[in-house]
């Protein structure tokens, strides 16, 4: 899988952008995906996980802010965030995972072996 990411720039705060990850190669298979991001000397956190079953899950700092969606006939995962604060000023990526089939159950390993390039997010006061 090869994930192209598109999007980002620089917003002030309370203003929104919004991010593409454009997956190729085995897209025909089922996969999980998910929205990463990193700032400077800070860990890199798991924003928003997308099951195998296109369930999806925010994390607390940006629910109700961000969305992310899925065009199945783009293989594109979009992230759309709103409500930008100078917080969320980090380099984003975009992750893809296969799943595992475990009794029968196709569950999610969330190890990433495939990652898009990163867009950096720059939110001004």
């Known amino acids: 899988v090869q994930l192209v990411e598109s999007g980002g720039g620089s917003v002030q705060a309370g203003g929104s952008l919004r991010l593409s990850c454009a997956a190729s190669g085995y897209t025909k298979t089922r996969y999980c995906m998910g929205w990463f991001r990193q700032a400077p000397e800070k860990a890199r956190e798991e924003l928003v996980f997308?099951?195998?079953?296109?369930?999806?899950t925010y994390t607390d700092s940006v629910k109700g802010r961000f969305t992310s969606a899925k065009d199945n006939a783009k293989n594109t995962l979009y992230l759309q965030m709103d409500s930008l604060a100078p917080e969320d000023t980090a380099m984003y990526y975009c992750?893809?995972?296969?799943?595992?089939?475990?009794?029968?159950?196709?569950?999610?390993?969330?190890?990433?072996?495939?990652w898009g390039q990163g867009a950096q997010v720059t939110v001004s006061s």
């Open positions: 992750a893809a995972d296969l799943p595992a089939v475990i009794g029968g159950t196709e569950h999610c390993p969330r190890v990433w072996p495939y």
């Open positions: 997308v099951d195998v079953d296109g369930s999806t």
